[in-house]
């Protein structure tokens, strides 16, 4: 779906059976996630952190071995970005974000923004969202599937639960991968990984304290954020097309999600 990156062809030769993959369908939270991840590894490296500094790689972007003989990069497992289908990374530990479709293909309509060629073919965000709509609800069955089956290796993370539990979202992620936290590092890297915060790294272009950069600038990277935003802005048929083909696929992919709600 999103393999066919000449990076992404070189990475892929180089995957290791303990990695984990920090999956999602664009605009569903990856970044966040990573930041957040981010700022609990290198707590646990005894750095000090603050807003930015990603240290999990995408794999369409950088190539990994090389990221990973960085010293600066001290992670006790390689995890790695990733939009590809389950079937794709199926012999590996994931960590997969959903989003509300209507939430999230409006957030990638205005992210695709950027691009000048894009722009010059915009056709709209309501044909974006339908045009799109079966890739969507492509990757949602392809993890649905491998949840089924293969269970305990991937973790389900939405991103509402993400917004109305981040500490406790982000301390059963640690769980799953091993890593030994209290609440006290988890609650300082949400502190740290706030929206505002981030947004005013990406205004401000400022690539080296996010930790990565992008293609095109951050113009629209950290845009809003909201849940249920989606609703404002599209059309009341797409809505309707949306709620009807898309928003069943995630009720039933939400049903496989822990309980985050309850302190852990």
């Given at each position: ?21 920090i999956a999602s369908y664009p605009r569903s939270g990856n970044t966040w996630m990573r930041l957040l991840l981010s700022d609990v590894i290198r707590q646990l490296g005894g750095h000090e952190t603050e807003a930015g500094g990603n240290v999990i790689p995408d794999v369409y972007k950088v ?202």
């Open positions: 779906m999103f393999s066919s990156s000449y990076r992404y062809q070189i990475n892929r030769w180089y995957f290791r059976p303990s990695d984990v993959f190539d990994i071995e090389d990221w990973y003989r960085n010293p600066q990069i001290d992670i006790p497992f390689r995890a790695i970005k990733t939009h590809e289908p389950y079937d794709l990374i199926s012999d590996y530990r994931i960590i997969y974000l959903f989003r509300n479709p209507k939430d999230c293909l409006c957030s990638y309509y205005y992210y695709s923004l950027r691009s000048p060629k894009f722009r010059d073919n915009n056709s709209g965000i309501d044909a974006f969202c339908l045009g799109r709509m079966e890739q969507w609800n492509a990757h949602i069955k392809s993890y649905l599937a491998g949840k089924e089956t293969a269970g305990d290796r991937i973790f389900l993370v939405s991103y509402e639960s993400m917004k109305r539990n981040p500490q406790n979202v982000l301390k059963r992620v640690c769980q799953f991968l091993g890593l030994e936290v209290t609440d006290c590092p988890c609650r300082r890297a949400v502190e740290h990984q706030e929206f505002h915060r981030l947004k005013q790294l990406a205004d401000r272009e400022d690539s080296r304290r996010l930790g990565f950069a992008e293609q095109g600038g951050f113009q629209n990277f950290f845009r809003r954020g909201r849940v249920n935003g989606g609703d404002e802005e599209l059309s009341a048929e797409t809505v309707r097309i949306l709620d009807t083909h898309s928003r069943p696929l995630y009720d039933q992919i939400k049903q496989w999600e822990a309980d985050f709600s309850r302190p852990v």
